[in-house]
């Protein structure tokens, strides 16, 4: 079955700090890879996707992420945190076939310090 | 650019009451997606259409039921409400072609009381 994992719940960094936040995923053919953000009470915006292709994808605010097939992982980085980045971040992917349903990973809470 | 609308945002109900919820998708966009997202919990798909036909389902209740009508919006009827049902109700939508990319909207916040 599909799933998806983001093995931290909760990363507390300091501003102007990197920033790595960990995604793992099950799935038996090529996946189709995305990362939303979340800020509290809002919607999920888009950051970035991955279908094929260059393994180093960028996003949107500055983020970037890399699939790693062996690994199974598509891990989100940014250089340099700035405090509005403070949000949940879901790791999803995407069923194959017409429906594309998305399976999410439980999220991650970017907590930033000034 | 056009968003995915969803409405209303904010709902109250009583147990036992009914519930629409309302979504507009992106302009020509053919598939709407319905996820529900409990207190502290990821988003979970419920159910999606496409061209106005039921495409896939997930885990929805059977007090649910969904639609997509002829100018592609979609409502979420929701009956014999439970607590439990108090979440974040979001719609997506996306563009014809595969590989497809969802588009959230801002979401419905049911309480049930």
């Known amino acids: 079955a599909q799933s998806v994992t983001q093995p931290d719940i909760h990363i507390t960094v300091s501003e102007g700090a990197s920033l790595e936040l960990r995604c793992n995923y099950s799935y038996g053919a090529t996946p189709y890879l995305f990362w939303y953000v979340q800020s509290p009470g809002q919607g999920l915006q888009l950051l970035l996707k991955y279908f094929s292709g260059d393994t180093l994808v960028q996003g949107i605010k500055g983020f970037e992420a890399e699939f790693k097939r062996s690994q199974s992982s598509f891990n989100l980085r940014k250089p340099s945190v700035h405090w509005s980045d403070a949000a949940e971040y879901f790791c999803?992917?995407?069923?194959?076939?017409?429906?594309?349903?998305?399976?999410f990973g439980q999220g991650t809470t970017l907590q930033v310090k000034p | 650019a056009a968003g995915v609308i969803q409405s209303p945002r904010h709902l109250i109900k009583e147990k036992r009451e009914t519930a629409t919820l309302k979504c507009y998708p992106i302009p020509r966009h053919d598939t709407v997606y319905w996820y529900q997202q409990g207190p502290g919990q990821d988003p979970q798909f419920l159910i999606s259409?496409?061209?106005?036909?039921?495409?896939d389902k997930g885990s929805i209740p059977d007090r649910f039921s969904a639609q997509q009508f002829s100018d592609y919006h979609s409502e979420l009827n929701m009956s014999s409400l439970e607590l439990g049902d108090s979440a974040l109700y979001f719609c997506?939508?996306?563009?014809?072609?595969?590989?497809?990319?969802?588009?959230f909207g801002p979401g419905t916040r049911l309480l049930v009381l």
């Open positions: 999803a992917v995407g069923a194959s076939g017409n429906t594309g349903k998305l399976i």
């Open positions: 997506a939508s996306s563009f014809p072609g595969l590989p497809r990319t969802q588009y």
């Open positions: 259409f496409y061209e106005k036909m039921q495409s």
